[in-house]
């Protein structure tokens, strides 16, 4: 079944990797504000994204209960990530935020991905 991982504990390694993006992005430190500023996300957006960032954090907690969510949201979070590196480069803000957070991110949740439900 799809919804099952082989590997139950990965389900908590994009939730604890999110709720700390979130938690940072409270007050966020330099490299985050560059990183936001860089693709002229006005100042008073900025808390839509840790909102994103808390409810896509939840999904694979609430994954422990329900296969299918954990799943489902393992797909988002690849396409939140996958459009936050888009948005990177049409602002051709392509410095070394993007290098480690736009890029590392996806790869790091297609992986999670890829070893719960096909390894």
């Not at 990965?10 to 504000?33: E, K, Y």
């Not at 969510?69 to 803000?93: D, P």
Request: hydrophobic share 55%; aromatic share 12%.
């Amino acid at each position: 079944m799809i919804g099952t991982p082989h590997h139950r504990w990965l389900r908590a390694l994009p939730a604890l990797v999110l709720l700390g993006d979130a938690v940072m992005s409270f007050r966020p430190p330099v490299f985050i504000q560059r990183c936001l500023d860089g693709v002229r996300l006005p100042r008073d957006w900025w808390w839509a994204l840790i909102a994103v960032e808390l409810l896509a954090a939840a999904g694979p907690v609430a994954g422990l209960r329900y296969p299918g969510v954990a799943f489902t949201t393992n797909i988002a979070v690849v396409g939140y990530f996958l459009c936050a590196a888009y948005a990177h480069m049409r602002a051709r803000f392509l410095k070394q935020e993007f290098r480690l957070n736009r890029l590392g991110m996806p790869t790091f949740s297609v992986a999670v991905l890829v070893v719960s439900y096909a390894v």
